[in-house]
């Protein structure tokens, strides 16, 4: 498979988030609540160590509410507090800062003991691209915060940004690459849009949109499309969709690409309603 990182990059966006992790209580790390997993960097738990950390499970509006319950529980046995958040519109926002300052009571605590006046809780946010780093600063600084531009080389100077009395946030978020090596895990970013469409085929990312679909929401697609079942294999299925759409080239035969490009519109835009591209049984 094509898509991988400059290993120069992630060296480099590493160094720079070490840097930045000295300055902080907690890390906020931003994964895509519909695929939790695929849309974390591997090295992450490398990376933080074990500065205390919270898992904000955002775009929780477009994910399968019932597996985000699942991701919830996954996550709290593994002792890993979790959020669910909307940066759009803000939901879930007001947990965040309740959940960090218990991640970091005993650190205070301690820090009270000696004599050391109480502070806001410094935060750090850390997500891969288009995970809603800067949409989620923005709601949580109640203004808008230039976007930064997803490269790691960029040099800028640090600003803490208020949220309330107790939050403080670097106003530049770590930046991490999404990293994989297994197709299907390309594919699920590839679906939620965290990577470029150029990077993969566009008829293949809507063809494993159709496979996982097919078995993990049948009825959304029978509904959306007016099929009869979906029963038959992918193909066959993505197929009849085109059909169904009109997807056709002069002499009948399937328009895969036009096909695939209104699926993935269709997914995307929240057509079939709000979807998760993996579950924790599928690990
Ligand atoms: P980044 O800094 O991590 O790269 O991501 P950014 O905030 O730019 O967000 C990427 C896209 O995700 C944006 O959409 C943003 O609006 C959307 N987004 C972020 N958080 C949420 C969320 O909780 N729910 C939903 N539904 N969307 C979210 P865009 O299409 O690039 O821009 P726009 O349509 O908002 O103008």
Redesign the pocket.
């Known amino acids: 498979m094509q898509i991988q990182w400059f290993p120069g990059h992630m060296a480099k966006a590493r160094r720079q988030i070490t840097e930045k992790l000295k300055m902080i209580d907690v890390v906020f790390e931003l994964v895509d609540a519909r695929i939790p997993l695929s849309s974390r960097n591997p090295m992450i738990d490398d990376i933080v160590g074990n500065k205390p950390r919270l898992v904000l499970l955002?775009?929780?509006?477009?994910a399968d509410p019932a597996v985000t319950k699942q991701w919830q529980d996954y996550f709290a046995e593994k002792d890993i507090r979790t959020v669910t958040?909307?940066?759009?519109t803000g939901q879930g926002l007001n947990r965040i800062s309740e959940v960090a300052r218990d991640l970091v009571k005993e650190k205070f605590d301690k820090m009270i003991e000696k004599g050391v006046k109480p502070r806001a809780v410094r935060a750090l946010i850390l997500?891969i691209?288009?995970?809603?780093?800067?949409?989620?600063i923005n709601r949580l600084a109640n203004k808008k915060i230039a976007?930064t531009g997803?490269r790691p080389g960029i040099t800028q100077r640090q600003q803490w940004i208020k949220v309330g009395k107790e939050l403080e946030l670097l106003d530049t978020?770590g930046i991490l690459w999404p990293k994989f090596e297994d197709q299907t895990t390309g594919y699920r970013l590839a679906v939620t849009g965290a990577i470029k469409d150029e990077i993969l085929d566009f008829g293949d990312i809507a063809f494993f949109a159709i496979q996982y679909m097919k078995e993990a929401y049948p009825d959304r697609l029978i509904e959306r499309y007016k099929l009869e079942d979906v029963s038959a294999p992918p193909l066959e299925v993505f197929e009849e969709i085109g059909k169904k759409r009109g997807c056709l080239l002069k002499g009948g035969e399937i328009d895969y690409e036009k096909a695939a490009e209104i699926i993935l519109r269709d997914i995307r835009s929240e057509k079939l309603g709000p979807l998760s591209f993996e579950r924790p049984s599928d690990f």
């Open positions: 955002n775009k929780s509006d477009m958040v909307n940066s759009k997500g691209p288009n995970v809603g780093k800067s949409t989620l976007k997803d978020p």
